[in-house]
């Protein structure tokens, strides 16, 4: 396969490339010689598109894809959601207040309408994927709940994991949605998923009965971590509570045992409940230890501040000082259709949007490398780094966008017209075009 005329992301000032792919890998990555870009009038894609200039595979067996000066980029990385859940909205009935607590209750109604069976979880899980592969998305990080102990769902996503290898890249999580200290047997089941081969330990240390039980909790998923050799990735204080803590035990804990780059703290709402002279004096565990972290702002802005009148809370951790630090937040959706979060679709530009907006990130500076979000910082989440990445010799993993930089993307909600992992092509769009007249 042959990539012409295409922007690569932060290159573009090199100008257009050509890219060769060889048996699933990068080969040559060469300027193009002579530049064929179709959009010379230097509109949006968006506004200027003409359907006879859309890009696509120009002689029909997928060998050469004429970008006319799109961009490539490392495809998008989905570091948070919950696959066994995704799918479930509407069933029994729709969650009417949107709240977290109806959410638990509608999916326990859920659970008992529809036993679980393994077949069924991988066919809703493997839906949503389809749709994430749709908008991009080819590393997936998924939690599995622990505490529901018929382990239906932990069998089903380790069997997709490995079904889908060679398609879509999945992590799974050991995730104990109703903890691990507070849960008869939790630590048992928590052993037990991690024998079954869970790349990641979980936790909820904000859940668990008492502070004590918390920070038992995180001692047990370190040690876990340790005696697996896993990642760890943490719900950790996903609340509006500012006295919830459980952050600077988790850095404390991967200082001390040096983890910190194989361990995410998800969420962490309650950061944004924190005084600022507390924040401070956890910046520096939080450097020190060098964790990363994740925001999921669409479910968070939507679960959280629902018991604040006005002035209303945003919900979401402080993604903007974290990232000032030079600590790595990436983004993730958490929900697609289920019961928490009805109006997912697997689309982690809408994700995007959502943070740079409530974060206020919509700075020139800060839109224009806004999709290291959902991209570089979500592979560093998940360890990939190794063979992520558009070089001579990584897997020929990528996707184009019908854009030409991260400002016109962003703008724009460009969508993706070429998704191809490890040389396999395994999404492709042509974008609706429009025209205005006048
Ligand atoms: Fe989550």
């Known amino acids: 396969m042959q990539i012409r005329n295409v922007r690569i992301r932060g290159k573009q000032k090199q100008g257009l490339f050509k890219v060769d792919i060889e048996n699933g890998i990068f080969g040559k990555i060469l300027p193009e ?8 009038e230097q509109t949006p894609y968006f506004l200027g598109s003409r359907q006879d200039t859309l890009p696509d595979f120009t002689d029909g067996s997928e060998k050469i894809y004429d970008a006319k000066g799109r961009m490539m980029m490392p495809p998008f990385v989905e570091p948070h959601i919950h696959l066994d859940c995704v799918m479930t909205a509407g069933i029994p009935h729709y969650n009417m207040s949107g709240t977290l607590f109806e959410g638990i209750t509608t999916w326990d109604e859920y659970k008992n309408s529809q036993p679980l069976t393994v077949e069924g979880i991988k066919e809703r899980a493997k839906a949503a994927l389809r749709c994430m592969a749709g908008y991009g998305v080819q590393f997936v990080r998924t939690h599995v709940d622990t505490t529901e102990t ?19 890249e999945i992590q799974t999580v050991a995730f104990p949605q109703n903890g691990i200290c507070s849960f008869r047997h939790g630590k048992e089941y928590m ?5 079954m081969g869970m790349d990641c330990v979980g936790g909820i240390p904000h859940y668990e009965f008492s502070r004590e039980l918390g920070v038992e909790s995180i001692r047990f998923i370190f040690d876990l971590a340790e005696k697996y050799d896993a990642m760890i990735d943490v719900h950790c204080d996903e609340i509006d509570d500012g006295v919830t803590r459980y952050l600077e035990e988790m850095a404390a804990q991967a200082w001390m045992r040096e983890m910190g780059s194989r361990t995410v703290a998800a969420h962490t709402c309650a950061t944004g409940s924190y005084n600022d002279a507390y924040f401070a004096k956890l910046l520096r565990a939080l450097k020190e230890s060098g964790i990363n972290f994740n925001s999921c702002p669409t ?12 002035p209303k809370r945003r919900g979401i ?8 630090a030079g600590l790595n937040v990436a983004l993730g959706q958490d929900s697609i259709s289920d019961p928490w979060y009805m109006p997912g679709v697997g689309n982690l530009l809408r994700v995007l949007e959502m943070g740079m907006h409530v974060e206020h990130m919509t700075g020139y500076e800060d839109l224009s490398h806004c999709l290291d979000f959902i991209s570089t910082k979500g592979a560093k989440n998940l360890c990939i780094e190794d063979h992520y990445g558009i070089e001579e010799g990584k897997p020929a993993s990528f996707i184009i966008l019908d854009g030409r930089d991260d400002y016109e993307v962003f703008r724009f909600q460009s969508a993706v017209t070429l998704s191809v992992h490890q040389g396999k092509v395994i999404a492709k769009r042509r974008p609706s075009f429009g025209k205005v007249m006048f």
């Open 299 to 310: 479910a968070s802005t939507s679960l959280d501040g629902r018991f604040d009148n006005y």
């Open 33 to 40: 010689e002579t530049p064929q870009e179709e959009d010379k």
């Open 191 to 195: 052993e037990r998923a991690m024998q």
């Open 317 to 324: 951790t402080r993604i903007r000082q974290l990232t000032q």
């Open 150 to 168: 018929s382990f239906k769902g932990v069998e089903a996503l380790l069997e997709l994991r490995e079904e889908m290898k060679d398609t879509m």
